[in-house]
Every structure is written in C-alpha cells, then in structure tokens.
T-cell receptor, first 113, second 113 residues
C-alpha cells in the first residue's frame, strides 16, 4: 500500500518554512525522501532508519516516528531551488530487508519570489 | 563516471510490439531497480535486483521481464506492449547493505499506441 503524503501541494514565498508528511499503515524499517524537478529524475535527500539513524544532507531535516509509522520532512527558509515534487518511499519492517520501496504520490512544492 | 544511463530517451510502440529498455551503471552498485511513473501516481517498483543473477518482482511486474547477467546492466523487456504501459520508466542503482540512496537514470518516455 502506498504511503499517504500531505499536503498534495503547497505554495511558499522565499524564506518561508514548510513541512511535508508521510504516513504508512504498515510497520516500517526505513523512510526515504527524494525530490524531483519537472522533467528530471528523482534526487536523493534523506533516509531515516528504524532505531534513529539518519543519512542525508545537512541542510534538510526530517523525523521518523516509528510508533506512528509517520515521517515529516522539514524545509526551512525556503529557496527558489526547493521547488519540485517531493516523494517519500517506505520500506516495510519485514525483518529480512526487502529493499523494496513503495513511494507516495508526491507533494508538489512551489516557491515564489 | 557516467552514473546511471538509460536508452532510448523516447520510444513510440504499437500495441503488441516488444522492446527492451536499456539501463547501465558504472558505479559498481549491487542493487538495481526499475520504476514506472504515471501522472499523480508516484513511482511504482516493477522489478529489482540485488546482484548479478538475482532478480525479484516489485509492485507492478506484469507484462515486464528483467535479467541481470552483469553488475553493470539491467535491461527491462516489454513482452507485448499495451497502451496501459505508456509511462515514464526510471532505472535506479544503489549500494547493497544497510539502506543507501538510489541514483536514478534520466528516464525513458514510452508511448504505446
């Protein structure tokens, strides 16, 4: 089942903050975040693992609530370059390591001057 | 390094035709995967591989075949194209082991008439 992302779309002015949420009905081992600009390939932002480990860029932060199977991506002091569609990908906690990611439908973020 | 390359960039097929989408990576990544992206649907996993000679099905495998004879190449075959397979196809690769980022290719836009 696809994770549910919210909001579906958001418009920000430069310098404003935004939070994108990702929620799953399954127990998760990891949550991955990617950004895709129009006509381009998705680009990695961050991975959050069960147990608290994080891998990703210093300027982007995220959280992972293992009990609620929810993750949030925090974008602070937004820049024009932040515009794009943000996808979360979830990996179920099957114990064996499935390497299968199920992506949400995406959140379209537009930053305007 | 070229990273992940995909050919062709664009393809138009008639219903019933077969073809192979090519994917290659030069980063010595063990893990490779194929996704399709449809408007408003996010990325859906078709097939993936955790090493040469090892492949497995993802979320939407029907109508597609894959093989992995070398670490570098992971072709996706459409057996008998259908209009429902009109989509943008992305290949991705990553290091195996504790969850790592995936590097996506530029994509192939396929139209089936």
């Amino acid at each position: 089942q696809q994770p549910v992302q919210s909001p579906q779309a958001v418009i920000l002015r430069e310098g404003e903050d935004a939070v994108i949420n990702c929620s799953s009905s399954k127990a998760l081992y990891s949550v991955h975040w990617y950004r895709q600009k129009h006509g381009e390939a998705p680009v990695f932002l961050m991975i959050l693992l069960k147990g608290g480990e994080q891998k990703g860029h210093d300027k982007i932060s995220a959280s992972f609530n293992e009990k609620k199977q929810q993750s949030s991506l925090y974008l602070t002091a937004s820049q024009l370059s932040y515009s794009g569609t943000y996808f979360c990908g979830t990996e179920p906690d099957s114990g064996a390591g499935s390497y299968q990611l199920t992506f949400g439908k995406g959140t379209k973020l537009s930053v305007i001057p | 390094n070229a990273g992940v390359t995909q050919t062709p960039k664009f393809q138009v097929l008639k219903t019933g035709q077969s073809m192979t989408l090519q994917c290659a990576q030069d980063m010595n990544h063990e893990y490779m995967s194929w996704y399709r992206q449809d408007p408003g649907m996010g990325l859906r996993l078709i097939h993936y591989s955790v090493g040469a000679g090892i492949t497995d099905q993802g979320e939407v495998p029907n109508g597609y075949n894959v093989s992995r004879s070398t670490t570098e190449d992971f072709p996706l075959r459409l057996l008998s194209a259908a209009p429902s397979q009109t989509s943008v196809y992305f290949c991705a690769s990553g290091r195996r082991g504790p969850r790592n980022e995936q590097f996506f290719g530029p994509g192939t836009r396929l139209t089936v008439l």
